[in-house]
């Protein structure tokens, strides 16, 4: 199984996380996987990419962080160099 590291999460968004974690019983990377896997076996109307954005706007209250995916591709563009 392959594993999954998010570099730079916020602390809320973490926050966020291990509340639902909590009530639901599970780790937080339960969590993750759970929200990840309805995400992406969701066959509505709204293809995986949107549905996983609306939830991660969700998980910001709406304050998505700027430059982000800037900083990700510009990270391993650099890793990339380096091998």
Request: aromatic fraction near 2%.
């Amino acid at each position: 199984m392959a594993d999954l590291t998010i570099p730079d999460l916020p602390d809320a968004v973490l926050s966020r996380i291990r509340e639902r974690a909590a009530r639901a019983g599970r780790s937080p990377e339960s969590e993750a996987r759970t929200i990840l896997e309805r995400v992406c076996a969701d066959k509505g109307s709204q293809t995986p990419s949107v549905a996983l954005q609306e939830l991660v706007a969700g998980l910001y209250g709406g304050s998505l962080p700027e430059g982000v995916v800037e900083s990700l591709i510009a990270e391993r563009r650099a890793a990339a160099k380096a091998e």
